[in-house]
């Protein structure tokens, strides 16, 4: 038996939380393995919503291991925060069922003020970033300058290398940010709280992960972000700051690649994105404004309201051939209802060339112009169905057609929020 990795494959908030949730259902450990607090992972159960920030999205079945692996940046307030809400609800009752790995990267004070300070200075080429601090966070780790989770229970250790960061960050935030500077005493007093309240769940994620899947346990892997927001592989530079495609599954949460089984990807019936950065489908007009209202298009982290378009299968396909996608879960679907005809991205026209790939530079992407196909829309409201039968002809022909257009079969396709609203094709997990 080997992991299951879910995986974004556009620019984010495609209903990874909703589909985690719903296959977590069978399996004994979730496991998020990059991202931070930059995510927001939404699950409706029985009408209840949860916004899920840094725990996985099995955490709402009891005696379900969640993992935050080694891969993460972790804002240990925003964890505190986190477990107590969700134990206040009745969930998490067992310290066993929640592991934070010691190898994460911790969040600090200052990774925040920079990522805010920077963003404002950047004014109009902003990335949008979340203001979470993930980006400075994931500087000072590749820097070799980090601080981990596992550094917390170092009391010495911990002391000396916050103090020699925030020389170094004080100077910045001062003399090139125009921030005041953060003193070291509050720091200290208020990591040594979270250090107690994270203790009972700081662990070797890793080996735990490895042992769980060799001894045949069902291991999800819930991705964060999207394929068009990776480092490498995304619209560069608008991208979050780490990687989230499968091949940094395995590693951030300590498995060898050859325990990877199944990787599904999930995709919107239609396209939006967050903050700054080329989006050649965009709808800026009723028609956006629409999607985004019929989708509740808000962001669930910053609550900023997302930028909406048509499908756009350029960017899906590159996913499903950069993640070697076995299946794609399509979500939300139920939205696109009464808007007829619907569009379809095929490929993109730059200088004149039609082109079936995203472009590698901003420089290409800020000509890129959609090729569209028109499709019949339907009227009826798809809540209700559970099965493919049970939809309008036109909602199966356009299923049917993404599905063609970015070649991946479509497993799943989710018709509400609602973990009971989802159409089953074939077997995901
Ligand atoms: P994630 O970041 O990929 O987990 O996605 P988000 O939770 O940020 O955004 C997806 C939003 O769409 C959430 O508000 C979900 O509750 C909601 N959602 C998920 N699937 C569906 C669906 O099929 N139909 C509708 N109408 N909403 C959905
Ligand atoms: P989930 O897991 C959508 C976007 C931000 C910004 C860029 C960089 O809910 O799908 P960062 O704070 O990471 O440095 O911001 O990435 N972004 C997301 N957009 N969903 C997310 O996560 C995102 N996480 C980061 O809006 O454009
Ligand atoms: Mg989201």
């Known amino acids: 038996m080997a992991a299951t990795a879910i995986i974004g494959t556009q620019w984010g908030d495609e209903g990874k939380g909703k589909v985690v949730d719903l296959l977590a ?7 998020r393995y990059h991202g931070g607090n930059n995510a927001g992972h939404t699950l409706v159960v029985n009408g209840e919503k949860t916004v899920l920030n840094l725990i996985p999205s099995g955490v709402l079945h009891p005696g379900k291991v969640c993992v935050l692996g080694a891969g993460m940046v972790i804002d240990p307030q925003v964890l505190v925060r986190e477990i107590t809400a969700l134990r206040t609800r009745g969930y998490l009752a067992e310290d066993r069922w929640l592991r934070v790995s010691e190898q994460a990267h911790l969040i600090m004070p200052y990774h925040r003020a920079i990522d805010h300070a920077r963003e404002r200075l950047r004014e109009a080429g902003a990335i949008g970033t979340t203001g979470r601090g993930i980006g400075p966070a994931y500087e000072d780790k590749m820097a070799r300058t980090g601080i981990r989770v596992g550094d917390l229970f170092d009391e010495e250790g911990f002391t000396e290398a916050l103090a020699r960061n925030l020389r170094e960050k004080n100077g910045y ?3 090139l ?7 070291i005493d509050d720091i200290l007093t208020e990591y040594r709280g979270f250090r107690d309240q994270l203790a009972p769940f700081v662990a070797d994620t890793g080996a735990e992960v490895r042992a769980a899947v060799a001894r045949g346990a069902r291991v999800l892997l819930e991705g964060a972000q999207g394929a068009l927001l990776d480092i490498d592989h995304g619209t560069y530079p608008f991208v979050t700051s780490s990687s989230c495609v499968p091949g940094a599954a395995a590693a951030g949460a300590g498995l060898p690649p050859r325990m990877l089984g199944r990787i599904i990807g999930i995709a919107k019936a239609y396209t939006t994105r967050v903050g700054g950065g080329p989006f050649p489908t965009e709808l800026r007009d009723a028609l956006g404004d629409r999607l985004r209202a019929d989708g509740d298009e808000y962001g669930a982290t910053t609550g900023r309201p997302r930028r909406c378009g048509w499908f756009d299968a350029v960017v899906v396909r590159h996913a499903v051939a950069l993640s070697g996608l076995d299946a794609l879960a399509l979500t ?8 007829d005809p619907l569009r379809v991205c095929l490929a993109y026209e730059i200088d004149g060339r039609r082109v079936d790939q995203p472009p590698t530079t901003q420089h290409a992407w800020a000509r890129a112009t959609p ?4 499709m019949p829309g339907w009227q009826e409201d798809l809540g209700e169905a559970r099965t493919l039968d049970e ?3 036109a909602a199966r022909r356009y299923i049917d057609k993404l599905s063609a257009l970015v070649e991946a079969p479509v497993a799943l396709v989710s018709i509400g929020a609602g973990r009971e609203q989802t159409i089953r094709v074939g077997e995901l997990f």
């Open 25 to 31: 259902a069978r399996a004994d450990m979730v496991v």
């Open 173 to 175: 935030l001062e003399a």
């Open 177 to 183: 940010l125009g921030e005041p500077p953060l003193a």
């Open 332 to 339: 939300k679907l139920d939205v696109l209802t009464g808007i």
């Open 371 to 374: 090729i569209y196909e028109e």
């Open 391 to 393: 939809l309008p002809l």
